[in-house]
């Protein structure tokens, strides 16, 4: 049988692999991992994987805009969705103490996400590409005056000890991630679609642009205002709805959205994500 | 004269040091640097400073999401903004070539809006909490092989060489400050109005407030999206709409917002600012 090829950004142990796990049920999975988020995307528009899986929004720190920006600027689409429930553990090498821990080194949106701890227990903090990265620094490192935030499976990766669970400022710390694929397949239990446009630049533009799905009753889950690079102060908006490309009303919206705006990408159509531990 | 104290996030030389030099006219100010984002509004609110300047959003990079939840959370109004071009340098200790330089140093803002840069000369990255204290790591380490990323005047400050200019991204690099204060003031001449929202959770709820705006033809000059903490997948607006909170117009749309919404807070009325350089 042949292994389905997933890419995804970070180490081995990475929270994009856990995902990747519970999104496919395959045991004949290849997980290949990719230092860039635009490693991954370039991997799937070159067909080099099957799919890709990138984590789009996190309910401490909202949407990552590196990741919105190479959904639109990519040939690829959004064909799933997983979210997963992220529990962040500070990690340290055999032999270490929570006590003597002096520096941890994590992933930007983890530390952000652990801000609280690491400011009551004085720590200093460094920035590493991935969290599995940086538990895998830790272990090579071996000084028990450094940690790594990140998750169980990169403390079992890579040999280090749990020396705090549950480090992250909220409880409610999820991340949605979306499968990304070549092709855009539309599953036939797709429920949610994904849309990027742009603005004429005229008073009332987004009001007009929400009335598309308003005066058609569907229902808009989320928006996301993106700066343009190169055009200070203009913005691009992905709107997530309720509905799929090829349901009449879906497809009447989009056709009414192409009239009004410069720029419109169907991200993809895909069934809303189950949430994952 | 008694000297206007004014807060701000970083070390002497950080761009935010520089937004004040430019916003308030006065030779007698005193600039109060802080540690964080928070440290800034707790001085503010606490009535240690005058007034605060703080960063609230990129055009390469967007919003500044921890600043956007201060200025809801904490008792603060903006009362001024001001742009600001930033151009970003490479800079290295006396004796230094760019060709040397392995690992860069400075604020995650900073490596994002560089990391074509970074990328391409390949170079390690670690994250500091503000650029100018990144040039002032630099000086002391005072090793040939590590740069900070920062601007003109920390270069200045930390007696640091000009290794690279304009390491930016993308040339159209601006930040805009708002300028945040403990009291409600409105200038005389303010044009632009922010205020945060949240939503009452049922279809079409955005399009709702929206026409708040669009039957007023209320211009929106932006709308943010940002996560509620502890309520994953909920959200709260920002909106920077044309108008002042003392105009009957635009007091009858915030008086429709209350109706509306279950939580409003006018952030400030204020007058658009201008670009500096």
Known sequence: MKKLRIAYQGEKGAYSELAARRYFPSKSL????????ADVFHAIAGRRVDSGIVPVENTLNGGIREVFNLLDEQAVYVTGEIKLRISHMLLGVRGSRLAGIRKVYSHPQALLQCRKFIRHAGLSQAEYYDTAGAAKLVAEQNDPSIGAIAGQS???????????????????????????SRD??????????????SLRNQPGALHKILSVFAIRDIDLLSIDSIPIVGKPWEYKFFI????????E?????????RELCPHVKVIGSYKEGRTAY
Chains 1, 2 share one sequence.
Do not use: M, Q
């Open 240 to 247: 997530d709805f309720r509905g799929r490309v090829f349901e």
């Open 30 to 37: 290849e997980l290949i991992p990719h230092k860039t988020f």
């Open 249 to 257: 009303t879906a497809s009447r919206a989009i056709e009414h959205l």
């Open 154 to 180: 990169a403390a079992d990766d890579y040999g280090l000890v749990v020396l705090k669970k549950n480090i992250e400022s909220d409880g409610k710390n999820f991340t949605r991630f979306l499968v990304v």
């Open 184 to 197: 855009s397949v539309v599953p036939g239990d797709a429920d949610k679609t994904t849309v990027v446009f």
